[in-house]
């Protein structure tokens, strides 16, 4: 990994639905150095988006240790940000529902220097070439969201972020909801950024070719749990974690928004009863009788990739995994 700019240890999130206790992060640990993209996958509902926010200090509930730039980020909440976590910032699905409607473009890019002490004239001077930047003209200061496509937006919304330099972007389905032309686009556009300003982003996406095109690592997430995180192509190439294995041979679900795997039997388990041992053990096609009771300890392999499968033994190579049929 090139320079570690954010480090997330034992981090936890737990939501309470009427009487039941989710924890829809279970303790993860996850490093993100400059200039790189991790891609974050995994079934709808596995705690991708709460793991995002808490990375980015968003969350009041969460526990565990977020540390940024050698301070801590966790437990911050929302309001009470100190304008250094300003540099921590957060992109969503939908860039219609964060974009103010009736709020000219400009201004809403302008708030973020404006609030780190910048004029607001020169605010809208950057918030000009910002959107050059992003492929918009500068004139589209001046005008309201409705005037824009959804592609379009989105690289408002991109560009709003970037008005504050961040360090760290957590990009959460960013190019779900774009058409097909502008989602390869909104994509290339990300990378470049990346590169361009040494940010570290987080790519949260259920499209398994983007992810696999345009990250250096990638982490795979299971029912509230990192299950393997390595660079991209060994984990393409040689998944060593069964769940990783079984989402490489994923389709797209009909409704386009997730993605189911082909081998695994039944539906992810309710997060308010997470399965004793391996979380994912019931649905796993190589458990042994241990993993319903044994949480399996994180390893990490020859490679340097980190995995939590009884299967792989730490510091060897990958072994290769098979699925009886
Ligand atoms: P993903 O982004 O992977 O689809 P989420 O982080 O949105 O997953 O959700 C993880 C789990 O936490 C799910 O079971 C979801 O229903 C639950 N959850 C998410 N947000 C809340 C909330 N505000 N209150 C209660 N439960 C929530
Ligand atoms: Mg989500």
Known sequence: MKDLILDVKD??????????????????????????????????????????????????RAEGDVTFDGKSVAKIGRGKRDPHFLSLQMIFQDPYGSLNPRRKIGEQIADGPVIQGMSRSDAIEKAKSLLERVGLPANAVDRF??????????????????????????????ISALDTSSQAAVANLLVNLVEEFQMGMIFISHDLSIVRRISDRVAVMYLGKIVETGRTEEIWNSPSHPYTKALMSAIPHADGKAFMPLDLPGD???????????RFHPRCP?????????????????????VSCVLQSEGAAVKTLNFAK
Do not use: W
């Open 11 to 60: 981090l936890a999130v737990e939501y309470t639905r009427g009487d039941l206790k989710v924890r829809a992060v279970a303790g993860v640990d996850l490093q993100l150095g400059a200039g790189e993209i991790l891609g974050l996958v995994g079934e709808s509902g596995c705690g991708k988006s709460t793991l995002g926010k808490a990375a980015v200090g968003i969350l009041d």
């Open 145 to 174: 969201p409705h005037q824009f496509s959804g592609g379009q937006r989105q690289r408002i919304a991109i560009a709003r972020a970037l008005a504050i330099n961040p360090r760290v972007i957590v990009a959460d389905e960013p």
């Open 268 to 278: 992810v388990p309710n997060p308010a009863y997470p399965p004793s041992g391996c």
């Open 286 to 306: 190589m458990a042994m009788a241990s993993c319903a009771t044994e949480v399996p300890k994180q390893i990490a392999l020859a490679d340097g990739r980190k």
